[in-house]
C-alpha cells in the first residue's frame, strides 16, 4: 500500500496528500530522497558532494529500515545504518 500510495503521488505531481519520502542517516539527517521503483523497490538520489554517501558505500553490511504509518499506507522514512560485524 505505502508503494501504491507513493507512485500515485509521483503521477500526480507530488500532490501534498503523500509525504514525500526522504532517507536519513545514523546521525537523523536527511541525506537522499526515495523514488518508487519497478517491482515494489525505492530508488533513492544521493546529491553529488553528500559526504554521507561515500561513508556509506564504503563499508559492508548497509542495511536500511524503512517505516510505514500502518492506518495511512505511507512511508513515513527510511534510515540507512550499517549492521555491527562478526
Known amino acids: ?11 500526480s505531481g507530488w500532490s ?30 544521493f546529491p553529488t558532494g553528500k559526504r554521507e554517501y561515500g561513508e556509506l558505500v564504503s563499508q559492508p553490511g548497509l542495511a536500511a529500515f524503512v517505516t510505514v504509518d500502518k492506518s495511512t499506507g505511507w512511508f513515513m522514512g527510511v534510515r540507512f545504518l550499517h549492521g555491527r560485524k562478526g
Do not use: K
Open 1 to 11: 500500500m505505502a508503494h501504491e500510495a507513493l507512485v500515485r503521488a509521483e503521477q
Open 16 to 45: 501534498t496528500a503523500v509525504p514525500f519520502l526522504y532517507a536519513h542517516s545514523a546521525g537523523g539527517r536527511e541525506i537522499a530522497y526515495g523514488l518508487p521503483g519497478d517491482n515494489l523497490t525505492l530508488l533513492f538520489h
